[in-house]
């Protein structure tokens, strides 16, 4: 979208924004284990598609754990075999650039894996699989309706917006 001349964006995925720069979704509360952010429900959802992908591909050429900490950490990691005690601690890791890329991964862990899968857990119990399937459809496809209907028909009418829309969002006074 062009806004005074200069280039806009409105949508990624199917995360909106206003050209005020208001984003459709609102952060999550600092250290919330559930997530209403759909940056947070996309990234989580490609992730845990690239996992998958990266799981299914080593098992295929017979690539396993490596024995090092840090190296066993990164493959559990790629794979999405990361245990919760891996997400808590990432073993004793020694050096500054160990500690800091032990530290990061536990932080991604927790604040977008973590609470991606909560969120499915949450909204899709039993069903994990295919509500993660739909957001990823809606993701590529931009359009949400397919999956709007599906969490209507579990949780009533309108449990796309009602979960996700910032309030506000159509506020021509508010800015980002």
């Not at 991606?116 to 809606?138: I, K, Q, V």
Request: hydrophobic letters at 30%; glycine letters at 14%; aromatic letters at 10%.
């Amino acid at each position: 979208m062009d806004v005074a001349g200069l280039p806009v964006r409105t949508q990624y995925g199917i995360n909106f924004r206003r050209p005020n720069g208001r984003s459709y979704s609102p952060a999550d509360k600092r250290g919330s284990r559930h997530t209403r952010n759909l940056g947070i429900v996309m990234e989580g959802a490609c992730d845990r598609e690239a996992r998958f992908i990266a799981r299914q591909t080593a098992e295929r050429f017979g690539v396993t754990e490596p024995p090092d900490v840090l190296g066993g950490l990164a493959f559990r990691d790629v794979t999405g075999t990361l245990s919760d005690g891996d997400a808590r601690e990432a073993g004793d890791p020694e050096g500054e650039e160990q500690a800091s890329y032990a530290a990061a991964l536990r932080g991604y862990e927790r604040g977008v894996n973590r609470r991606y899968e909560h969120f499915l857990e949450e909204f899709a119990p039993g069903e994990e699989s295919e509500c993660h399937t739909l957001f990823l459809g809606a993701m590529i496809s931009g359009d949400v309706s397919t999956l709007g209907s599906w969490l209507d028909e579990r949780h009533g009418p309108g449990t796309f917006t009602g979960l996700f829309r910032t309030p506000g969002y159509f506020d021509p006074g508010l800015t980002a």
